[in-house]
C-alpha cells in the first residue's frame, strides 16, 4: 500500500541519485516476507507488532518531532497534507487530495470531505490554519521549513488552502509532506497548550493508529483508528506495541527471544547476534542519515578555521567508517552531504569532491596548522556526544590526542539533552553554547541538496533552536544556496550547489564522517518495503502480514 501519512520532523537533505539506489535485505530482496508467525493476541485475535527501540519519545507533539523514537510512535497518530512518495522523490495525495502551483509564489490544496480526528469530531480547516501558523507562531525547531511563507489563507466552503511564498521557492513542492504539516484538533491542543502530547495529555489526530496508552518508561500501545479516512480495513496490523529497550544488546537479545517483531536501526555492534536469528530478515535501505563533527565556529579555538583544519587532519575517516559504521556505513566525502542525490550529475559532483581540500589523516599538516594559530602549541577542547557515540568519540580521541598538541575532552549528554545543546537552548551564563565540537547524526528533510545545506550551513538558521549548529555562515554560500532554492533548472541547481560545496569544504564547519544505510530487522511473518525517506514515510499502515 503506497504510504498514506505524515512526514516529521528535523530537517537535513541529503541526494538522491539520479537513479534511485533501491533498498535490500543484506544481500537479498528488499522486502522481508513470510516465514515463521507474525504475533498474534490470541485470545482477541488482533495481529499485534511488537517493536523495540533503545529511546522513549518526548512527546506526541509534532512540535517535538525531532527523533527516530517520534518515527516509530507519533507519526502514525497525524497525518501531513500531502505525503512523499515511496521513492521519495516527488510527493502525493495525502489530507489533501488535490493541489495546484498557480504562480511561483501561490499554492493550493483541497482537502477530502469527512476527515475525522480520533475523538469523532471532524476536521476543520480552522484546525488546518492552526496547526500550520501554529509553527510560525511559535516559532519551534521545524519552522525553518517555512522561511518562504508570507500567509496561508483557508476557505471551508471549499476547503482550500491557499499558500501564499513570499519569494519563489522550488522546494515548497515537499513541505507540505513533512512533519509541520502535522494537522492537529485546534480545541484540544489550545486548551492542554504545554501538556499537549505529553504523558498526562490527549493525542488527538487522524493517522491511521491513536495512541491508547503510554506507561513512560516501559511500554507504549497504539491501535488501529477504525475511523481512518484512508479506510482502517486496509491495515493488516490492529495493536502495535512499543517497548523501551535502552541497551542495544539489550534489545538484540528481546529481538532474538521473539520478545519483539520489529527494530529500526542495526548497528555494527549488534550485527552478528541479529545475523542468528532465523526467523528476522534485516532489510537495508540507502537512506539520508549522515554521522558528523560540527565545530562551535562562534568561539575559540573553533573560530579559526586553521583550528578546525588541525584537528581534521588528525581523522582518519576510513577507520571511523569501518570500525564504528562497518557493514551498514559509507564514508562520506568533506562536506556533509551523501553520495546519491536528486539533481546529481556524477561527472561533476566527483570533480569537484576531487579538487576540494578533502582532508585526510596527516599529522604533518595538523602541525603547519597549529603554528598559524595563536596558539601553536596546541589546545584543548570538548566534544560533546550522546552515550551511543561514546565508542565513536573514543576513537576520534585517540586520533586526536595522538597528534601530541591536541587534547579532547569527551562530555557524555544524555540522549534526550543533545538536542538542547545542539540547537543552543541550553546555553552558559554568557548566551554561549557549552561544546566546543559535538558529534551527532542528521537525516533530511527532502532528497535534495538544499535540506542539508540550508538547515546545517545557511547563517538565517543560527539562533535559539536553529539547525546551525557549527554557527557558521558565509554570505557567498547563502546565495548560492538561495539561487539553487528559486529555480526549477537542474543544472543551474546543481552549478549552484556544487559551488557552495566549494566553500563548505574549505571553510569545513563541520566533518562528515560517514553515511549510514537504514536498517530494519523484521519478523518473517511480517513484510514491509522500506523508503529512502524513511524519516517522512515510515508507517505501520506499510506492514503486512504472511498469507
Known sequence: MEKVKRAVAIAAAALIAMGMTGCSDTEASDTASAGSTSSEAADSGE??????????????????????????????????????????????????????????????????????????????????????????????????????????????????????????????????????????????????????????????????????????????????????????????????????????????????????????????????????????????????????????????????????????????????????????????????????????DEDLWASTIEAADVYTQDYDKAAKYLAQLAYPDGFTFDYYCTSANVKQAELLKSMIDASGSITMNIVEVAASEIFSYMFGYNVDENGDRYYDAVGTYWMSDFLDPIGVFNPLYGSENIYEGGTNQALWSSAEADEYISSASVTSDYSEKMANYTEAYKIYADECPYLALYSVLDTYAVNNGFSYTPSPMFWYNFTYADFHTAD
Open 47 to 344: 495481529t499485534v507488532l511488537k517493536v523495540g527501540y533503545v529511546q522513549e519519545p518526548s512527546s506526541f507533539d509534532p512540535a517535538d518531532f525531532t527523533s527516530i523514537s517520534s518515527v516509530l510512535t507519533g507519526y502514525d497518530c497525524y497525518d501531513t497534507i500531502l505525503n512523499f512518495s515511496e521513492d521519495g522523490t516527488t510527493v502525493v495525495p495525502g489530507l489533501a487530495e488535490s493541489w495546484e502551483q498557480v504562480d511561483e509564489l501561490t499554492y493550493t490544496y483541497k482537502f477530502r470531505d469527512g476527515i475525522k480526528f480520533t475523538d469523532g469530531n471532524e476536521l476543520t480547516m480552522e484546525d488546518v490554519l492552526y496547526s500550520l501558523n501554529r509553527v510560525s507562531d511559535q516559532g519551534y525547531y521545524m519552522s525553518y521549513l517555512f522561511a518562504a511563507v508570507e500567509s496561508f489563507e483557508a476557505d471551508e466552503e471549499t476547503r482550500t488552502l491557499t499558500v501564499h511564498l513570499s519569494y519563489p521557492d522550488s522546494t515548497w513542492m515537499f513541505v507540505p509532506a513533512t512533519s509541520p504539516c502535522c494537522i492537529l484538533e485546534k480545541s484540544v491542543a489550545e486548551a492542554e497548550g504545554d501538556s499537549y502530547g505529553t504523558v498526562d495529555g490527549s493525542t488527538v489526530g487522524t493517522g491511521p493508529y491513536k495512541l491508547v496508552s503510554w506507561s513512560s518508561g516501559s511500554e507504549i500501545v497504539l491501535e488501529k483508528n477504525e475511523d481512518w479516512w484512508g479506510d482502517a480495513d486496509t491495515l493488516d496490523i490492529d495493536r502495535i506495541e512499543y517497548y523501551i529497550i535502552e541497551d542495544e544488546s539489550a534489545l538484540a537479545l528481546a529481538a532474538k527471544s521473539g520478545q519483539v517483531d520489529f527494530v529500526y536501526g542495526v548497528s555494527n555492534d549488534v550485527k552478528s547476534v541479529y545475523d542468528t536469528i532465523s526467523d528476522m530478515t534485516v532489510l537495508t535501505c540507502n537512506g539520508t542519515t549522515l554521522h558528523y563533527l560540527a565545530f562551535n565556529t562562534a568561539q575559540e579555538p573553533f573560530n579559526d578555521v586553521n583550528a578546525r583544519k588541525a584537528v581534521i587532519s588528525c581523522i582518519d575517516k576510513s577507520q571511523i567508517t569501518s570500525i564504528i559504521g562497518g557493514a551498514y556505513a559509507n564514508e562520506a566525502p568533506t562536506g556533509i552531504i551523501s553520495e546519491s542525490m536528486m539533481y546529481m
